[in-house]
């Protein structure tokens, strides 16, 4: 579904990531941890085409996507759930839907809404709050459903729990394993709640530095005490 070969990408003259090599099968789930500043949201900024790409390529469903603009990944299948600014908080959540449902392939809107509202039932009872006044867990849960709703093949989720007390953590943490389940999507995760993202992944890669310095099974993670010790804070 994605397969991401010797990258090296950044802004301009900053060059973040180095020689990264990824690959997500139709319905994983890929898990992406690292240290502030390593490169997380550059990874999704790349394959969402936001980043300036040096060399190496990107290949999505078989296409080869390095360089491609945004919205033409977007039209392919591709939806990115931000860190941050994901929703429009002067606008409703009925109305936050509707604008990414439009852009989209999507021809039943109503039809996809009720969908939506089936997962979350919270934003059907908050459909008509404006999304800048919900909690962080609602707001959350409405960022990944304004990607969700356009049906994408593959789903970019930029530290989707970060800030958010365990109950909403592990709510979303259950939604994001439902949504694949239910709809076979592939889901690149971007966490920083390591537990979480490893309880969730089908295989992790952490990043440091702009570079991927371990790629395996969770299982086989949580035996390289070192890494998660010195990189990501867990453990003696
Ligand atoms: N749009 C941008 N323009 C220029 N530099 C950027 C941009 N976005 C990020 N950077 C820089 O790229 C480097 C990697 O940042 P990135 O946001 O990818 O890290 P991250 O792993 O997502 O960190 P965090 O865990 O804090 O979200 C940092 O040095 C950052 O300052
Ligand atoms: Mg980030």
Known sequence: M??????????????????????CEEGEIISV??????????????????????????????????????????R???????QMLNVFAQLTVEENLRISASYSKIKDVNKAMEEIYGIFPILKERKKQLAGTLSGGER?????????????????????????????VK??????????????????????????????????YVLVSGQIIFEGSPSELKEKHEIMKLYLGVGE
């Open 2 to 23: 994605l397969q991401i070969e010797n990258l090296n990408s950044g802004y301009g003259k900053l060059h973040v990531l180095y020689d990264i090599s990824l690959k």
């Open 33 to 74: 941890i690292g240290p502030n500043g390593a490169g997380k949201t550059t990874l999704l900024n790349s394959i969402f085409g936001i980043a300036d790409i040096y060399s190496g390529s990107i290949i999505i469903d078989g296409k080869d996507t390095t360089r491609l603009p945004p919205h033409i990944i977007s």
């Open 76 to 82: 392919m299948g591709v939806a990115y759930v931000l």
């Open 140 to 168: 959350q849960m409405l960022a990944i459903s304004i990607g969700l709703i356009r049906n994408p093949k593959i789903l970019l989720l930029d530290e989707p729990t970060a800030g958010l007390m365990p109950l909403y």
């Open 171 to 204: 709510m979303i943490a259950n939604k994001i394993r439902e949504i694949r389940d239910k709809r076979g999507i592939s889901i690149i995760l971007v966490e920083q709640n390591v537990q979480k993202a490893l309880e969730l992944a089908d295989k992790a």
